[in-house]
């Protein structure tokens, strides 16, 4: 069923709050958890539900929505829109929040930042939040006391160009040289799509993005660890690659002051996080990071497929 966003979305004057159901409450993550949402916009078919979503938005946010061409455009941004506001809103604080007050501004880099109402009887907690999306999929990524950033991309992801002269434009020389090596097209592809997660996932973390960051100016490697990288609850702990990023205006000085989670997600799409590791630049602690996966339909139906085969870690490319 084709569905008219653009008129449904400007003939939103009712309230519909009455007519939602509670968002199911959830506990605010712990310092060394990451909570990471998804929904896929295919599974989302009510035009009745999609203008409940609408009025959630502000009036900024509906203008936004209303601008883009086409309605599958429209009803994918309306889906990213409200899945923050209903995803933040979620969590359990000194006070309830309804996710239509929330209000956000932008970094110096446009990322956007919750911009809590301060007063005596209400401690904003410390929250980062991150989105990402595809066409067929929208994430979202929720911690506490650390910068967060995310991405998701298509496994079947098409290029255009030549993904070997695609990555000299965008890539350094060493991941050029990796890339490379790699002689079946649809594996170097498939690893291509991973190390441009990662990548997206760091500079969002930063809280950058690729503008103020351009992925040459920096590496990913990949190590055989013996560190315990992240846990998913449902699974043992993964000994997935140990991530670090080498800057290429100081070669040979490698960081691991981020933690970074590399999945495949929902059969479909692969998924990198990145979340800032303040105990490890403190030298502190090398604990993993504990992710919980939630798929959700807000207002409908939230499944936790942590442990399941929804959600299944990934190694790095070619470990050192």
């Known amino acids: 069923m084709k569905l008219n966003l653009k008129m449904n979305i400007r003939c939103c004057q009712r309230n519909f709050s009455s007519a939602l159901p509670p968002l199911v409450p959830i506990q605010l993550p712990s310092p060394r958890e990451t909570h990471f949402w998804y929904i896929l916009p295919d599974e989302v078919k009510s035009v009745a539900l999609l203008n409940r979503y609408s009025e959630l938005l502000s009036p900024c946010e509906r203008e936004n929505v209303n601008r883009m061409s086409g309605d599958q455009l429209k009803k994918r941004a309306l889906l990213a829109r409200a899945l923050v506001r209903t995803t933040i809103a979620r969590y359990q604080t000194n006070c309830e929040i309804n996710p239509r007050s929330l209000k956000f501004r932008k970094n110096i880099y446009g990322k956007p930042e919750v911009e809590w109402h301060k007063d005596d009887n209400f401690s904003p907690p410390p929250l980062h939040f991150n989105i990402s999306h595809t066409p067929s999929m929208i994430a979202c990524g929720v911690t506490i006391d650390a910068p967060i950033g995310i991405d998701v991309e298509e496994k079947q992801r098409k290029l255009k160009n030549d993904i070997i002269a695609f990555a000299q434009r965008y890539f350094s020389p060493y991941e050029v040289k990796l890339l490379t090596s790699i002689s079946d097209p649809e594996v170097r592809r498939q690893e291509f ?59 040979g000085n490698l960081t691991n002051n981020c933690l970074f989670a590399l999945l495949e997600v929902a059969g479909s799409h692969y998924a990198a996080i990145c979340v800032e590791n303040d105990e490890i630049v403190r030298g502190e602690s090398n604990t993993p990071m504990k992710l919980t996966v939630r798929k959700t339909i807000p207002f409908v139906e939230d499944v936790c497929v942590s442990g399941t085969d929804a959600v299944l870690p990934l190694r790095g490319i070619i470990e050192q």
């Not at 490697?221 to 670090?244: D, M, W, Y």
Request: a positive charge; proline letters at 5%.
């Open 193 to 251: 799509i991973k190390l441009w997660t990662l990548k997206e996932a760091y500079v969002k973390a930063l809280g950058k993005g690729f503008s103020a960051m351009p992925f040459k100016t920096f590496t990913i490697q990949f190590r055989t660890s013996t560190l315990r990288c992240f846990h998913l609850p449902g699974n043992s702990v993964s000994k997935a690659s140990e991530v670090i990023v080498e800057s290429s205006n100081d070669p």
